[in-house]
């Protein structure tokens, strides 16, 4: 992953640093500390020992070697003009930095750089014994530019401390060459802005002990992103060591810990003598000797808590300033050892993709024209990962197009092999029912929501919030902000694989059945697929026949028909009633067969189906194990409640043809969920009073004139977290309301007959969210105070004209909406106080000015002022807003913008029309 501008062509240096000096003067004392200092910290230096006896020529390897060294160290000392050999070798050292991008250090030891620069002194003397006329000339020009250059003069640095100056000296040879590598390293795209991201979490500045993780998929790059920060940083310790693959090592071999132990003690101590009797004792030694000394210590690819307790036991074991950088595709690992910080490396950019493709493939930073097309079909099968992208471009660097196109045909068929190894390690390393769950995610479930998966799940047996979680931490599935389950393609395509791979051309012998053709195929020829145990079907392109026949799969537990309508009326005459989930919207018979037997189904969801009731006239069946029932949009007319006995969520929306729903005492006792939004026929919810564990209610547009009685005689400790009442017809909330301790979230929306708010509804103090959307409410209490909790408050379309000043003090609102509030005139001054406030619509009031205050939220990212057409100005510190991303004016009579929104480099302002070039306008 280096930027993808085309990089200059750099020499390659056989030498990182050439030490030039005089011997008799340093060999055994400064230069011999430097010299071990240097290669101790891994630059190559060349030190020559064996001069040749004095009035002997420089001999051209000792030239060559000069040339092929990238810096220079000139030690000069009182003698060192005095050799002939060593002035030589200054006057090719200059030769060679003048003509070259190579650069000289001077370190001045016993002697005033002046004396070296104009001849004098000691230098003078040596001169003057010179007998070689003719070089004179070029030794004195060679002395005084290197005097000129910047370097160390021992005596007036670190106060003459030998040790310290050459550890200075190394720093900064260590500095250059990493600046030097950064940029010339053409195997590394796009490494700069994640290099950055990690450094500084790492503030190597900081006199503490540091650990971080790097978290993520097999082969998208940790090692790489590691071995980087490792060469940027290194020569800022006293002792470094990048352990490799501890994963591997530490299974693989009997004595795995404790010979990485032994690496480690002897690369971070210098010692290759240390030899250990056992991992315990390892650690014993590692925490004794390590705490006197700053390290760097990389731990590459962990994957298990005992190998970090082995190699990196604590922040004890280290000497202050120490920085311990893991990388793993578990995040639990990093969490049980509590590192500081953990950093999820992210995958390539489709830019830096194609970039790190074309150097493998063409050995350039852009595709040739011909296989520019194919190139971006690469990139796109590789979706990002660095492994797949290398080992494409190497495989596919010299083909013709012909072979380009054939290779790619053959990936969709058959995977890349080295990247499933790769990936395959994190799955083997599963328990027996997270791969169930993973193969499950990888065959039938990416793309659903989280809470859709999770009740799949569940409904098949397991522990889905655990497991997902697990997964999610080994870096296996991804859930996005917006809770839909994802995983990358390979790793899909990895999960698949291990269902086809025992019997490829045999998809009736497959645990899973996912692929349209294979299982039309199967259910056409009457075929038994025995060994299915989960199966998604899609009738959208379907070309098979109408009576499809599930009954003969016994094994089956989760069904899946994707519909989009009820055509196939012939189809689901019979399910297997090994059946756990069973989802089928648009499903086309009126109840379900009269043959399944569906003690085991634990999930039952058809919405939009033609079910008027669950069984025919026929015996009903108990299902005691259904918890998760949804019958949704459908036709359904009765149904028996009791027939449920542990029902945990219930979905009746929009069965606007439901008369009856039979609730019998102590029935519905474990029901957490129950939506009965747009259920217009129906009317009797006494029952709901007995719902002991209910959490979520839906009573929406019913339109109900009272209040219903749903509260028990328990109310004080009543768990209805959500209740939803839009679109009623009551003009008054009861007293009792109050009640409600636990309410988090009140929905009264489009309630347009209600005028006010009763006070014990202020008694929420666990409120988060309070929708009053359209109700004709003209008055909102100073009590709203005491709604301590609430972050989101909707009073758009009511009739509120003042808003009360306590509204300020809502310490954690987050957004506040007062749209349509067309009588709205004036907002409180004090609304700077709201520090939590990160949206404010305001559109379509009348309001005529915004308050100073409001420049005080230092969290508002959105401020919405479209159509308030009374509003002619804003407050000239809006620049203060550093948060503020979006601003709408549309519709206003502001004709000029606060001079200081121009600091607001990424603020997007919508209709805005002026000729003020000063105003910057996005």
Known sequence: MATCSTLSIQKSYKYDVFLSFRGEDTRKKFVDHLYFALQRQGVHTYKDDERLEEGKRINDELLKSIEESKFYIIVFSKNYASSSWCLDELVKIMECQ???????????????????RKQLGSVAEAFARHKNKEKIWKWREALEEAANLVGWDLRNTADGHEAK????????????????????????????????????????????????????????????????????????????????????????????????????????LNDKTITLRSVHEGKSIMKKMLCGKKVLLVLDDVDHLDQLDALAGGINWFKPGSRVIITTRDEQVLIAHRVNSVHDVSLLSDEEAICLFSRYAFGRDIPIQTYKALSLEVVHYAAGLPLTIRVLGSFLCGKNELEWEDALERLKRIPLKETLEKLELSYTGLEDDYKEIFIDVACLLKGWMIDDAIRALESCGFHAKNGLRVLEQKSLITISRDKVLSMHDHIEEMGRNIVRCSHPDEPIRHSRLWIQKEIEDVLAHDLVPEATRALTINTFSWHGKENICFGNMKKLRFLRVVCENDTLYEVGREFPNALRYLNWQFYPRCCLPESFQANNLVALEMSYSRIKQLWGDGEAKVLNNLRFLDLSYSDLMTLDCGLFPNLETLNLEYCCCLVELHVPFGCLRKLVYLDLNRCWGFKSLSFIKHLESLQVLDLSYLYLTEFPDILSEHSTNYSLLELKFSGSKIEELPSSIGNLQKLVSLDLSWCESLKTLPESIFCLTSLKRLNLVNCVIEELSEDIIHLESLEWLNLGGTCVKHLPNSICMLKHLKTLLLARCKVLEKLPEDLGLLESLEKLNLAYCKIRDVPSSICKLKHLSKLDLCNCDQLEKLPEKLGDLNCLKVLNVEGTCISHLPHSISLLKGLKIIGFKSEDSSILVK
Do not use: H, W
């Open 98 to 116: 003048k003509a070259t991008l190579q650069i000289a250090y001077p370190v001045f030891y016993d002697v005033d750089p002046s004396e070296i």
């Open 165 to 268: 100056v050459v550890n200075k000296i190394v720093e900064k040879i260590s500095l250059e060459l990493r600046f030097i590598s950064s940029n010339v390293d053409e195997n590394l795209i796009g490494m700069e802005s994640r290099i950055k991201d990690i450094m500084s979490s790492l503030e190597t500045g900081v006199e503490d002990v540091g650990m971080i993780g790097i978290k993520g998929i097999g082969g998208g790059g940790k090692t790489t992103l590691a071995r980087a920060i490792f060469d940027k940083i290194s020569f800022q310790f006293e002792g470094k060591c990048f352990v490799e693959n501890v994963r591997e090592v530490s299974k693989t071999s009997l004595f795995g810990l404790r010979l990485l132990q032994e690496q480690i003690l002897c690369n971070l």
